[in-house]
């Protein structure tokens, strides 16, 4: 089974814009996607439906890593995957150019984190992302007791359809 993964252009845009703000201590900033769902047969398609970023005071000290979020974070996080169900995807950022790498603290990380996404939707995959200026790369969790696939395609859509009726432009 192949992943693939869409979002809107002006989305991802944003996202990367957040993820590269200060933060008082942490290192790093963090974020959520929630993701529409569809079983294509041999393929997967998450549709990116919305971003949720990490507050300033739901951020943890830790100077063991780049940023730690609590239990507020978390609960934020799953709240916006479970009504409407959707896929639950933590994202940050490494900078840089090409496709990024997790390091060993973000797949620790999920081994703790991810389990708990399938509390609140347990009939949804749920995952990891870290992005670069310029690409992705992703981990998908079909369930709770498998392991992770890879994300295998990432598309950013920016093309906007726009029908031009009578006078007026509708978008």
């Known amino acids: 089974m192949t992943v693939h993964l869409k979002i809107d252009g002006r989305l991802l845009d944003d996202v990367r814009k957040d993820l590269h703000r200060p933060h008082p201590f942490a290192h790093e900033r963090v974020g959520f996607f929630t993701a529409g769902v569809a079983d294509l047969g041999d393929r997967l398609l998450l549709t990116i439906r919305g971003y949720t970023p990490v507050a300033d005071e739901d951020y943890e000290v830790d100077r063991k890593v780049g940023a730690k979020i609590g239990s507020a974070a978390m609960r934020k996080a799953v709240q916006s995957a479970y009504r409407p ?20 603290v973000d797949l620790n990380s999920a081994d703790d984190f991810v389990p708990g996404f399938f509390e609140t939707t347990p009939r949804m995959p749920h995952g990891l992302l870290v992005l670069s200026n310029d690409a992705a790369h992703g981990l998908l969790w079909l369930a709770n007791d498998r392991a992770p696939v890879a994300i295998d395609q990432f598309q950013r859509i920016d093309a906007p359809l726009q029908r031009e009726w009578g006078s007026h432009v509708l978008a």
């Open 85 to 104: 169900a959707a896929a639950l995807l933590h994202v940050h950022t490494h900078g840089g150019r090409g496709k990024p790498d997790f390091s060993w």
